[in-house]
């Protein structure tokens, strides 16, 4: 008798397996491709569209949360309860998008739910490592709901990552009513790093009451010269004189000199702003320090024309506040070298953005060995503040190109008491 021969079969159960696996793998293969089709590549994309999308490729987040930001912040189907609700539904699918649980937060805000809202944007916050825009959002929204401080700090991320947009944060924190406080601690973390951009830009937007919160707050030692000037030029500008003057005693070599002219012998550097001299420029005009030529001390000022130029310029100048209703004494030494033309050099002093009768030395043309020069004038009620110049008028004549050379030194101003002004006085 001949045994059974076995046939190959087919195993029942293993096929099932089989035939559900492929199943799933069409279905991932095929579901995202129909949710495109339904979703239209969220162009033009309408809610039916979403949900039709949703429930064929319900592992994706993203229908849930354009669902949820329709029912957050469309006029006609507001519903905040099912943004947030949808919301959930996004971030059960992947709980790592940001802006769901920006968009949660807000829904919670908009159901009156404060307290969960403020526990989703703390998260939210300590999460940011990357996302300015969310940053940004964050704190945009904390603004106009009244949180400033929380709103700044989330602005202080945004500005971390885009550390060029500091003059449009700020601007916008201000018209928000943010105080400089808060903006010096929550905003830029009170970091030594961030006080020469803020005040620069303070200086900028001439908020000189913020300029001296921020002055007598933060170590002067962690701001640099140039914002030093920067600032104490802008309040100068302003009339703050008194202040200016704390600004330029922590700028000055010469701590607590209470002489009216700052560096009248040049032996120290021209700073260019604040109650120092401030250098003119101009083509064919140099200027600078000159250690060999002087009247006493180691240096003087000197300048140059190369002859091929007729400038009209203020070669130096130099800002000094004064006491209105007093007379004053203004005494200096030059001497030239071959200077050309009538238009040649002079003292001259005007009130500082106030009403006064300028005065002026006499002109300094050709060569002229060493000349003590005096201007004595009057500083009238409502002037607080004088400019001290040597300057150079432009000339109309035909032969009008200056050139050679002249130093100052030794420059001066005292109190003499109420006179009559004389001009251009050389002894």
């Known amino acids: 008798m001949r045994p059974v021969e076995k046939r190959p079969g087919f195993h029942k159960p293993a096929a099932a397996i089989s035939i559900v696996f492929s199943l799933v793998i069409a279905y991932l293969l095929v579901a995202p491709l129909f949710g495109r089709y339904y979703a239209g590549n969220l162009k033009g994309v309408t809610r039916s ?13 993203k229908y849930p949360y354009y669902l949820a930001l329709d029912s957050l912040f469309s006029i ?30 807000r829904a919670y805000y908009a159901m009156g739910m404060t307290d969960r809202g403020d526990m989703l944007f703390d998260a939210i916050y ?111 500008n302003g009339g703050r004189y008194g202040f200016a003057r704390s600004i330029w005693n922590d ?3 010469r701590k607590g000199n209470t002489m009216l002219i700052k560096n009248g012998n ?25 250690e060999d030529i002087n009247v006493s001390g180691m240096k003087s000022f000197s300048v140059g024309f190369d002859g091929a130029h007729n400038p009209g310029v203020s ?15 203004l005494t200096a030494y030059i001497k030239t070298e071959d200077i050309t033309t009538t238009n040649g050099l002079y003292f001259y002093i005007s009130g500082f953005k106030c009403r006064m009768r300028p005065v ?15 201007i004595g004038f009057d500083v009238p009620e409502g002037c607080s503040a004088v400019t001290v110049s040597l300057r150079r008028d432009r000339s109309r004549k035909f032969n009008n190109k200056i050139g050679g050379s002249a130093w100052i030194d030794n420059v001066e101003m005292e109190k003499t008491g109420p006179r009559t002004s004389d001009i251009g006085r050389r002894t």
């Open 126 to 236: 300590r999460s940011i490592t990357y996302d300015s825009r969310l940053a940004w959002d964050s704190g945009i929204f904390l603004f106009t709901k009244g949180d400033k401080k929380r709103g700044a700090m989330f602005l202080g991320k945004y500005l971390a990552l885009n550390p060029g947009d500091l003059g449009k944060v700020l601007d916008i924190c201000y018209q928000l009513g943010l105080e400089t406080d808060d903006i010096l601690y929550s905003l830029l973390g009170n970091r030594p790093a961030a006080y020469d951009p803020l005040l620069n830009y303070l200086a900028g937007r001439k908020r000189l009451d913020d300029i001296e919160k921020v002055w007598n707050t933060v170590k002067h030692a962690a701001i640099n010269n140039k914002t030093k000037l920067n600032i104490c030029n802008a309040s100068i």
């Open 315 to 329: 070669v130096l100048r130099q800002v000094v506040p004064l006491e209105a209703g007093g007379g004053y004494g």
């Open 266 to 290: 040049f032996e120290f550097s021209i700073m260019n702003g604040c109650y120092g001299w401030i250098k003119g420029k101009t083509a064919g005009m140099k200027t600078g320090t000159d």
């Open 360 to 374: 002026r030395s006499e002109i300094f043309t050709g060569t002229v060995p060493w000349t003590r020069v005096g």
């Open 76 to 105: 006609v189907r507001y519903n905040p309860e099912r943004a947030a609700l949808l919301f959930r539904k996004g971030l059960g699918r992947y709980p790592l998008h940001q802006f769901s649980w920006y968009g949660l937060a």
């Open 251 to 253: 700028l000055s070599v």
């Open 49 to 61: 569209s979403l949900r039709k999308a949703d429930a064929i490729d319900f592992g994706n987040y």
